[in-house]
């Protein structure tokens, strides 16, 4: 059980940054594995970035690979995202998610909680 509450979205030009953060409510934050999806109007959800439990492994969309950064901080019960060299097709809906007690995962499936979402837009 956690609540998240993902922040830092805004609008932002092309080629220019942004930092997400997903607050989680829990009290064993250390025992969810965690990612970023994102959904832009009239499209599906699609696997941004994950992050297993101690932090120690990274995945990322093809789409994304080197240009952002999934991290995690236990004792803050933080995930982040930082975006840099953000391009106009990164405009979404930015959602952070966490499965209880187990692995990471590429597809939403498996995921149990979901924030609310925060909006990035990208101008060109």
Known sequence: QVQLVESGGGLVQAGG???LSCAASTR?????????????PGKEREFVAAITRSGGDTYY???VKGRFTISRDNAKNTMYL??????PEDTAAYYCAARAMG??????????YWGQ????TVSS
């Open 82 to 87: 930082q975006m840099n060299t953000l391009k």
């Open 117 to 120: 979402g925060t909006q990035v």
């Open 61 to 63: 969309s093809d789409s």
């Open 103 to 112: 692995a990471v995962a590429i597809s939403s499936t498996p995921y149990a």
């Open 28 to 40: 064993t934050f250390s025992s969810y594995a965690m990612g970023w999806f994102r959904q832009a």
């Open 17 to 19: 940054s942004l930092r």
